[in-house]
Every structure is written in C-alpha cells, then in structure tokens.
C-alpha cells in the first residue's frame, strides 16, 4: 500500500483531470441520532451581531446563500478527486466569465500568489519546486505595478520571491521593463491613484509580450466586471469568492489563460513541495463558490438594488429625523460599489464622539457594527443586512443619536 510520503511525492505528476465523481459507498445517514441543532457560537460566548459595515474579512465577509451552503452540505457527504473537480468546476466558471480557464483558490490574495507563480514556472516541475528561491533557476524575478496600487495587497506576489517595481509614468513603466520582467500587476480599486489606465497597461504588456494581471477582489457589483477584465484582455483576473458573490469566506478565483491557469495548478493542492501546498481548498468550497457565481449572475441586480436603496433610505430617514444630524448617500465608483449612507451631525447640537456611539452600537442588543468615519461621521451600507434588520438600524442609530442632543 502506498504511504503518505510517497502519495505526496506521486502527486507531484498528477494529471489535473483524474478519477470518476460518483456515489459513496458508505453513508452515515441515520447513524447519528440528531438533536437540537447546537448555537455554538453562544455556547463559546462569541458575539454575533448585524452586519451595516460591508463585506470585511475582520467581519468574516458575507453570509453564504441557502443553496450554497446546501451544497456544501451534500458535497461534504461522498469522496471526490480533487482536481477533478476543479476541473469541471473551473470550465463552467471560465464560460461565465469569459475566459479561458478558471481554478478556485483559498481567497483572491491565493490567487495572486498562484497566478503569479504559473506565470514564472510554466509546467517546469523543477521551477515549480523551487519557488520562492528564484536564484539561478533562470525565473524572471520583477512585478511592476503602479506607485499608488502599492498598498499591501502586492505582499501575496513577493510571496513567490519576486520583487516589486514601482512606476509612476508611462515612461517610466516602459523603461523598467526588462529582461527580468515577469508580470504587470494592476490594482483596480486603486485605478484612480495610478497615472495608467487599464487598456493602456494591457497594450504595454501585449506590445512587450508580458502577462498582465488584476486585482479586483471587492469589485463586483456591477456584476459585469466578471468578464469585463477578461474581455478587455488582461491575462489573468484574481476576485474575492466571499463578498457580494456571498460564496465561502475562505475562496476566490483565479481565471485567464489556459495556459497560465494550467501553470497555476502545479503550485496548488494537492500536490507538495510548492509555495502554495497551504492554500487548500476542499471540495465542498469549490462547488459551493461555482453555485454562489452562478446564482449571483443570474439574479435580479436591478431588483437588489432598488431593495439596498430602500433599506438606506429607510436608516437615513430616521437618522436625520434627530436635530442637527444629516445624511448622504453615496455610491463608491472602485470597491464596495453599493448604496452607501454616511451620517454625520453636528458636534454642537449632538455631543457623541463616533467611535462612543460605534461602541453603543456594538454593546446593545442585538449587537450592530457600522464603520466609522472622520469629523463625528459614520458610514452604513445596506447589501449585508438580513430583511428587517435595516429597521433595528435605524431605530438603534436615532436612539443613540437623541439621547446625546444637547
């Protein structure tokens, strides 16, 4: 019988396509005799609380749909060859999309990491082992990315041992190109703090034959931009699985060029000896993130909008009910582009430093967290609130901000 060890070594070389999904033989279907169904949460003394912030990692992102967790659920009940499916799942995503091929992985900064590393290993096994020591092993060693796309994120890229090239110009993005160039990187939420728009970067990257990448992590809605990167002819298109698309926290996806996905696969799980054996994603997750892309494309986006609007208008009317406090609604253009509250007041008529009325929030119950924000200001959104909490909002917020009017 072969042993771990060696199995880790075999699969190395496993093909990305491999075994049969079938039916399991062994069913533990009434063996466990069930009770009431455990809060664990308040057995551990964990807050639970209502959601007006957004779709914050710190806040555990969003909440998954019914039918994804359903099949997650169904999924975590028979064996499954894990290539196996993330090849069928990676086809129906990439024909979502709008790209070649497409892979799941552990969260959008998984992603960028793998993208990354298929780009500078291609299906060189002894490349891939040797990530993130790039030394001699004749690997392109530089990212460039724009000065005001530098903000964190580029971290999971120097992860694969390269190093990060900071330009500011189109002139000087085309005199640091060089032999050493492996990949562009572009940030969308920060395209306007970068001088170079995304169709001129993708022509760069085509006029010197290198790959191009982007981040579009919170960028979705609109729904559009799934395939708009895709189709505006970026190599390789990184999203987060667990905001809006309301997928598993923990997944993302990596789509583009089947070359380059194929690449990518050789530094994931199952295989060993690679930068990204930690970036497991089982089985349940993949199929769950394919039902949360495909039940989001195919929803009514008008209908959920007029839904966010309406639950906005509902906090913002009783927020500015109480003298001395306005409100705004906004629309972020890049990231979290959803209906946006910002409540402010004026410190003369409302005595309530923000992060005191963020603690109130927070201690009452039930338990809601917003984000602050400057000058005795705070920010709501509406997309991650359940039906009727927008009312418990909006009661608390006027509560709090009457009892401090002076």
């Not at 499954?80 to 024909?95: H, P």
């Not at 590393?117 to 990315?145: C, F, N, R, W, Y």
């Not at 409100?327 to 959803?338: D, I, K, M, S």
């Amino acid at each position: 019988m072969i042993n771990r060890r060696d199995l880790i070594k075999h699969l190395s070389t496993f093909p990305l396509i491999g075994g049969f999904l079938g039916q399991s033989s062994f069913d533990t279907a009434g063996l466990i005799a069930k009770g009431p169904a455990r809060n664990i949460a308040k057995e551990l003394g964990i807050r639970t609380f209502i959601n007006a912030a957004g779709t914050y990692t710190f806040m555990t992102g969003s909440l998954m749909q019914d039918e994804v967790v359903e099949t997650i659920q169904g999924a975590s009940k028979d064996f499954m060859i894990l290539d196996e499916v993330q090849t069928k799942v990676g086809e129906k995503i990439a024909s979502i999309c709008h790209s070649e091929a497409a892979v799941v992985t552990a969260g959008c900064f998984s992603a960028l990491t793998l993208g990354l590393a298929g780009v500078l290993t291609g299906m060189d096994q002894k490349k891939v082992e040797a990530l993130p020591h790039l030394e001699g092993t004749g690997m392109k060693s530089e990212v460039i990315i724009q000065k005001g796309h530098n903000i964190g994120y580029s971290h999971a890229l120097t992860n694969t041992g390269c190093k990060i090239v900071q330009v500011e110009t189109l002139e000087e993005l085309e005199k640091a190109i060089n032999e050493k160039t492996a990949m562009l990187w572009f940030l969308n939420i920060q395209a306007d703090l970068g001088q170079i728009k995304h169709e001129k970067w993708v022509e760069i990257g085509k006029k010197n034959g290198i790959p191009t990448m982007i981040d579009m992590a919170a960028d979705v809605p609109p729904v559009e931009n799934l395939w708009k990167f895709n189709d505006m002819g970026f190599d390789l298109v990184c999203v987060s699985g667990g905001k809006a698309m309301r997928g598993p926290q923990s997944a993302g996806i990596l789509m583009g060029r089947k070359h380059l996905i194929e690449a990518a696969r050789l530094s994931m799980p199952p295989r060993g000896s690679t930068i990204g054996r930690g970036m497991k994603v089982n089985k349940e997750e993949i199929l769950g993130m394919y039902v949360a892309l495909d039940n989001f494309v195919k929803m009514d986006h008008k209908k959920e909008w007029k839904m966010w609007e309406d639950r906005i208008s509902h906090i913002s009317n009783a927020a500015k009910s109480v003298a001395g406090v306005s409100t705004e609604v906004t629309v972020p253009e890049l990231g979290n582009h959803t209906p946006t509250l910002r409540v402010s007041w004026d410190s003369a008529k409302v005595s309530l430093p923000v992060k005191v009325l963020q603690e109130n929030l927070r201690k009452g119950n039930p338990s809601i967290e917003i984000m602050p924000a400057e000058n005795n200001s705070l920010t709501i959104t509406a997309w991650m609130l359940k039906s009727g909490e927008e009312k418990i909002v909006a009661s608390r917020l006027k509560e709090e901000l009457s009892k401090a009017v002076v």
